[in-house]
């Protein structure tokens, strides 16, 4: 018999090939079918109807080409955007959108990060917070209405769960809005917090601020105001995405003058919802200035928005 198969090729060739098969069909295809290949985070919920759409942008305008949505473990990724990528994050994500290059940063941990009305104005004017950004600008999406009857047929085929609520909700709004609402989910799911190294945060027994009234200090604010903070709160402070910062008797929205340091503090350590700054809480998207303004840059700003308070 064996002398037999050995004497016939083609016999021979098909019964290798079923042998190697079974190898790969029990290594590869009984994996691919387990849940634990298909692993999903608690948190994580399927796009709602306007998100989906927001995605469906997101790869329409090329984003992957420019942006990853994917941090590796590795320690400068961690400390730069947050906690690596987890398998269960991407459940509903039909395609990935990694990415393949980072012409702009990742976008993996952006959900959040800032509100709603600074995606707005940076996507309508990319280079009003980032003086040299290559990043396009995006503002003629506002322009173009979502069709609720295309956007029902992709939750449809990719089987997310919806009510005609949902649909008849999405009249009306613009792309722009679905690719802000796309992109405010992004990470969300995430609920571990990135292990190492967010900046310190730095806690004060109140401490004056030691530049106090000093006119080069107040000039030196006024310049770093512009570079780095006209952009949220408006022209000398008057507030826009950020508060206003030219009423010293309101702070975190709520009234009562706090002292310098806490000033200090908020601009060092930037806010996160449902923080606590002296008794007040936060709704977040103040940015931490840790790794990009010294202390003394720091108190000088303070100085400046003191100025801007009248006090000298
Ligand atoms: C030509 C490359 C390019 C394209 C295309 C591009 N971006 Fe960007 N993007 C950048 C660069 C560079 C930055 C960093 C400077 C800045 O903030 O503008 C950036 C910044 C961002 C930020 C802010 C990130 C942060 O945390 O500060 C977001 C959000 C963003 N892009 C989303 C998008 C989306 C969504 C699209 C598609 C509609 C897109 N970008 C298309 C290059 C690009
Ligand atoms: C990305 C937008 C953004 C940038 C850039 C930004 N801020 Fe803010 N800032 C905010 C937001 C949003 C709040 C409200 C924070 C909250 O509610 O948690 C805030 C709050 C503050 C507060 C508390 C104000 C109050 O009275 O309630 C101060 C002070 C402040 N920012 C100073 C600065 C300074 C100084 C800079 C520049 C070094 C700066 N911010 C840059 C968005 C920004």
Not at 4 to 24: H, R
Not at 71 to 96: I, M, N, Q, W
Not at 281 to 298: C, H, R, V
Request: with cysteine.
């Amino acid at each position: 018999m064996a002398k037999n198969i050995y004497s016939k090729p083609v016999l021979f060739t098909i019964l290798a090939t079923l042998t190697i098969l079974v190898g790969t069909v029990v290594t590869m295809f009984v994996p691919m079918l387990t849940a634990q290949m298909h692993p999903k985070l608690e948190g994580l919920k399927p796009y709602t109807a306007l998100q989906l759409a927001g995605r469906d942008v997101y790869q329409s305008e090329g984003c992957p080409f420019c942006h990853t949505q994917t941090v590796r473990p590795l320690k400068t990724e961690v400390e730069r955007y947050g906690h690596y990528s987890l398998a269960g994050e991407f459940y509903y994500d039909r395609p990935f959108l990694w990415g393949t290059k980072r012409t702009g940063p990742d976008l993996a941990r952006e959900g959040g990060k800032y509100p709603d009305s600074w995606q707005y104005a940076h996507f309508e004017d990319p280079r009003a917070f980032a003086p040299h950004s290559i990043m396009p600008s995006f503002a003629w999406l506002k322009k173009i209405k979502l069709d609720p009857a295309q956007v029902e047929t992709h939750m449809k085929v990719l089987g997310f769960p919806y009510t005609q609520a949902d649909i008849s909700a999405l009249a009306g709004k613009t792309e722009l809005d679905a690719l802000v609402a796309y992109v405010q989910t992004l990470g969300t799911a995430v609920t571990v917090k990135a292990q190492a190294t967010v900046p310190v945060t730095k806690k004060m027994t109140h401490v004056p601020n030691p530049l106090a009234g000093s006119h080069e200090a107040i000039e030196r604010g006024e310049k770093l105001f512009e570079q780095n903070c006209q952009a949220c709160h408006g022209k000398e402070g008057v507030g826009y995405i950020g508060p206003s910062l030219r009423d010293k008797d309101i702070f975190l929205y709520v009234r009562g003058n706090v002292p310098d340091d806490d000033y200090f503090e908020i601009i060092h350590n930037g806010t996160h919802p449902g923080g606590i700054e002296d008794g007040r809480t936060e709704k977040g998207g103040m940015p931490s200035f840790a790794d990009t303004l010294s202390n003394d840059e720091i108190w000088s700003l303070v100085a400046y928005i003191r100025s801007l308070q009248g006090e000298k």
